[in-house]
Nanobody
Framework: VQLQASGGGLVQAGGSLRLSCADSGRTFSTPVMGWFRQAPGKEREFVAAINWSGGSTYYVDSVKGRFTISRDNAKNTVYLSMNSLKPEDTAVYYC????????????????WGKGAQVTVSS
């Protein structure tokens, strides 16, 4: 599994971005995929997760109703669609993958991708 996030950039508050995370190793056999973020001076925090089928998704409260996680297993890719962006969403976003069969808080993530910078200006 080799994860690479893309799609970050600079956007004004209220705008939208979509992050993509592709598994260049083309295994994409990990049932649970997730997104995390780390803002300057802060700890990395969980943002969203999705199970293999895409039927179950999980979000941190601060992004519920604004962010949507999805996956396309045929393309070995997971997405994070971000709408109504706020300056406090500014962070480096990381995708991660786990062999766990289902998501649960504080679970172990086996693989991490390089981050994508998202900057939201006010």
């Amino acid at each position: 599994v080799q994860l690479q996030a893309s799609g970050g950039g600079l956007v004004q508050a209220g705008g939208s971005l979509r992050l993509s995370c592709a598994d260049s190793g083309r295994t994409f056999s990990t049932p649970v995929m997730g997104w995390f973020r780390q803002a300057p001076g802060k700890e990395r925090e969980f943002v969203a997760a999705i199970n293999w089928s895409g039927g179950s998704t999980y979000y941190v409260d601060s992004v519920k109703g604004r962010f949507t996680i999805s996956r396309d297993n045929a393309k070995n890719t997971v997405y994070l669609s971000m709408n109504s962006l706020k300056p406090e969403d500014t962070a480096v976003y990381y995708c991660a993958a786990s062999h766990s069969g289902s998501y649960y808080p504080d679970m172990y993530w086996n693989y991490w991708g390089k981050g994508a910078q998202v900057t939201v200006s006010s």
